[in-house]
């Protein structure tokens, strides 16, 4: 089993940058898919952006075009989430997940692990 952390959420104004850490503990000695995903008020949790065991294979979620990557570090067990232009609809709880393995998916409903989430709130 692999718990996740995730931090750097926060309040900042339209058109700023956030950069969001999850940190991976337990059986960090497997493989594993991690993602990004998000839940606005009274919307489903939708996928944010994946990246596959080795950074290899990353998807972003196509309306975010280049303002949000992803990216991890195995090394230190962590997965970041780079967010810049924010704009007020990026307002959303922010969840890391993971999906023990090396294949690839966007979808949410796969993965197994989840972190408890943080806040992300633009203002502007």
């Known amino acids: 089993q692999v718990r996740l952390v995730e931090s750097g959420g926060g309040l900042v104004q339209a058109g700023g940058s956030l950069r969001l850490s999850c940190a991976a503990s337990?059986?960090?000695?497997?493989?594993?898919?991690m993602g990004w995903f998000r839940q606005a008020p009274g919307k489903e949790r939708e996928t944010v952006a994946t990246?596959?065991?080795?950074?290899?294979?990353?998807f972003v979620q196509y309306s975010l075009g280049d303002r949000f990557s992803i990216s991890r570090d195995n090394a230190k067990n962590t997965v970041a989430l780079q967010m810049n232009r924010l704009k007020i609809e990026d307002t959303a709880v922010y969840y890391c997940?993971?999906?023990?393995?090396?294949?690839?998916?966007?979808?949410?409903?796969?993965?197994?692990?989840w972190g408890q989430g943080t806040q992300v709130t633009v203002s502007s």
């Open positions: 337990g059986r960090t000695d497997r493989n594993y898919l």
């Open positions: 997940a993971a999906l023990e393995g090396t294949g690839f998916t966007t979808d949410r409903a796969r993965f197994d692990y």
């Open positions: 990246i596959s065991w080795n950074g290899a294979s990353q």
